[in-house]
């Protein structure tokens, strides 16, 4: 695609996911101050549930450096992120040298089971960015009252206008050295696990 029809495409897909952000009511629990620099984690079809709550939050996202991970970066810059290119399969070494200079000053953001699943998937980059960076991972679980469902690999949930989305964050896992990887993935699937079953909406 021509790189003025990818701008065209970023705002107007930055756009039109504000005028749907304006019709949610979101719920929040437990979520850390905009100055706590960390590393989010939660599961690939979560991701727009997630990005229509964080809007203009400045933190870095790490997405995939295919085409179709294009088509995402161009409209999360508008949304105020910092798209960081790359995945566990292409560019991963760049990407993550860039999430951990970013850690620095930014929060991150990672769907540990993405871009190609399987769903559920945990990579070790995750624990090995929040390791580099010094920084603790904080896992994240959402949900929507009504929503359309993508026929994906990971059926990536698209919530309906006015609908309710409930957001839960996590107690900080942090990894302080590499042995402590296996202990992290437990403590985080089981943070997802409790996370899922606490989800409320707002009235």
């Not at 991701?47 to 295919?66: F, G, K, Y």
């Not at 050295?177 to 409320?200: D, G, M």
Request: net charge positive; proline share 7%; charged share 20%.
């Amino acid at each position: 695609m021509p790189e003025f029809l990818m701008k065209v495409e970023a705002v107007l897909g930055a756009g039109l996911l504000k005028l749907l952000r304006a019709t949610l009511r979101i719920a929040v629990h437990n979520q850390p101050s905009d100055d706590y620099r960390c590393v989010y984690a939660f599961i690939h079809r979560n991701l727009l549930l997630l990005t229509l709550h964080r809007i203009n939050s400045q933190i870095a996202v790490m997405v995939s450096s295919s085409k179709d991970g294009e088509l995402i970066a161009g409209p999360l810059k508008y949304l105020g992120y910092i798209p960081i290119r790359g995945s566990s399969t292409h560019q991963g070494s760049q990407a993550l040298k860039e999430m951990v200079r970013l850690s620095r000053t930014h929060s991150l953001a990672i769907t540990p089971d993405g871009p190609k699943g399987p769903l559920g998937t945990i990579h070790p980059g995750l624990f090995q960015l929040a390791y580099l960076a010094k920084i603790p991972i904080i896992p994240v679980s959402a949900n929507s009252s009504k929503e359309w469902l993508v026929k994906s690999w990971d059926r990536f949930r698209i919530p309906k206008p006015f609908s309710r989305v409930a957001v839960n964050y996590g107690k900080p896992i942090w990894v302080n050295n590499k042995e402590e990887f296996p202990l992290a993935e437990k403590q985080l699937r089981e943070a997802w696990k409790q996370l899922e079953s606490s989800l409320s909406f707002v009235n």
